[in-house]
């Protein structure tokens, strides 16, 4: 296997890449920005970015936030979230909001998550896959006489996907619901992301709890729970104990 060596120098280009990347996203069309182009990019397009953040959720209205999305995250049109459309110099006023797709030939309006076993996106019940379907409203299948995309796909909150919807919502819609918001970021395409916990199911974490009181208040009932067994064993362990030497 060939070694490659690389100084300081090539892993601050490598670095500084991996930044543009994350801001620029798609924007440059594959084609990297000039330094010039790229520092107007950034004037133009950070403030309104950290301005009109939109927090993308995948779950039951209501309840907690079963999946967060990501920039890598996969709409049900196959395209990742950071190829639709994701920054607003104003934020439309209408809901719910509707990120089409950038892609070329794609007909995808709005993004819409498909939950997955592992990589495999979930089966209507006319057993085909999303992309057997159509990307447009409705989602006929492409492959028999199904009306449209239904799964009978059971979310690890126990309810099932027909009942869940992708939420498209700003900051302050966000905090009125109680969920975390994170601290502003100059990356593109974030959507609910807000931290390492936000990549788990909503379920397998506190963070769907929405407000640090109550990451607090499930840390304390842990924490007593733990101390209950503590207790619990060592009266255990004595009272054997005591056994013992009687006998």
Known sequence: METICLDKSAF??????????????????????????????????LPQRVKNRLYVSFGVPGGIDCKLIG?????FCTHRYKQHKTDFEVVPSERPLALPCHVSGCHCSAYQYVP????????????????????????????????????SYI???????????????????????????????????????TGFSSLLDGYLTLEAS???????DGCQKRCSASKINQASTKASSSIHCKMTNKQ
């Open 71 to 75: 920039p890598e995250t996969q709409c």
């Open 210 to 216: 929405g407000s640090d009181q109550d990451r607090e």
């Open 155 to 193: 979310c690890g909150c126990g309810q099932p996907s027909s009942a869940h919807l992708t939420l498209v919502e700003t900051k302050l819609e966000r905090e009125a619901r109680g969920q975390p918001v994170g601290r502003d970021v100059p990356y593109a395409a974030m959507g609910g992301l």
């Open 116 to 151: 997955q076993i592992g990589s495999t996106p979930v089966r209507c019940r006319c057993k085909h896959l999303p992309y057997d379907h159509s990307e447009a409203t409705g989602h006929l299948c492409k492959k028999c006489t199904c009306t449209g995309f239904q799964s």
């Open 12 to 45: 601050k280009a490598v670095d500084e890449y991996w930044e543009y990347r994350r801001i620029v996203g798609e924007d440059d069309g594959g084609k990297l920005f000039t330094a010039e182009q790229y520092e107007e990019y950034k004037r133009k397009v």
